[in-house]
């Protein structure tokens, strides 16, 4: 005797398969959203600069880089101090070596020197431990030259990783990049510099500049009246970020 066909119940029991492994699938998700931990120990943790702050009030930060001897970042420090601006220099300790007066003048105006590197290397190709090496020398010769040692640190073009922002974090230095690029390292003029910065500008922006630069010496009276006519307020990176006055470096 032939036996029924019984190809009806295994569709039915296909589908209630499908549905019992849905039912799981969505029991485990809503499991690990509410258990973040989980997550944790797979995920990749990152380690990222600085790049601009949240603020309530209108403040934010000029900062210069400067790696080689040059004739403008006095005449840069010139005019911030007749306006009254204190600003922040990521320097390399080749430039203090070379120009301590000028290194030990800008702190006593009340503005802050940052660690750019000791010789302006591209790090991430480096060793862990070489890497340290070349951000202490650096952080050396600033307080050498200064009396304050940095607390803060931005990598040679801006070319950071998750290895740099650590072993810097180690050494009790905060990783700090940028928000607002002027654009005086492409070779800007002077206005097209101050109108860079003053579009893009927003409360809490970290704006990148190069002080030895001759456009950016010649476009910083323009750049700085335009932001305070909007309302900015100039305030060294310590401050921008901790509400830290006239330090000289990051609290570590």
Same mark, same amino acid.
């Given at each position: ?108 105006? =009340? ?5 750019? !590197?000791? *010789?302006?290397?591209?790090? &991430?190709? +480096?060793? @862990? $431990? ?41 050494? =009790? ?5 940028? !928000?607002? *690029?002027?654009?005086?390292? &492409?070779? +800007?003029? @002077? $206005? ?57 470096? +990051?609290?570590?």
């Amino acid at each position: 005797m032939r036996r029924p066909f019984s190809g009806k119940i295994l569709l039915i029991r296909r589908k209630y398969v499908a549905a019992l492994a849905l039912c799981v699938a969505v029991a485990t998700i809503f499991y690990i959203i509410n258990h973040p931990g989980l997550v944790g120990t797979t995920a990749r943790e990152r380690f990222l600069p600085i790049y601009s702050i949240e603020r309530d009030d209108t403040a934010m930060s000029l900062t210069f880089n400067v790696r080689e001897a040059d004739c403008y970042t006095a005449q840069v420090a010139q005019t911030l101090e007749a306006y009254r601006v204190r600003a922040t220099f990521f320097v390399t300790g080749d430039w203090v070596r070379e120009n301590r007066d000028l290194a030990a003048h800008l702190v006593e105006s =009340g503005h802050e020197l940052m660690n750019l !590197s000791d *010789d302006h290397s591209l790090l &991430r190709k +480096l060793p @862990a $431990a070489e890497i340290q090496a070349n951000v202490l020398a650096c952080s050396d010769a600033i307080q050498a030259a200064t009396g304050v040692r940095p607390g803060a640190f931005r990598a040679p073009y801006g070319a950071y990783d998750d290895k740099i922002v650590a072993l810097v974090g180690a050494l =009790g230095m905060q990783s700090v990049q940028w !928000s607002v *690029d002027s654009g005086d390292w &492409r070779g +800007l003029d @002077a $206005a097209a510099v101050a109108r860079q910065v003053q579009n893009k500008a927003f409360p809490g922006a970290i704006i990148l500049l190069h002080s030895n630069l001759y456009q950016t010496a010649l476009a910083m009276p323009e750049l700085i009246t335009g932001l305070m006519e909007a309302g900015y307020t100039l305030v060294p990176v310590s401050e921008l970020v901790y509400g830290v006055e006239n330090t000289g470096s +990051l609290p570590g």
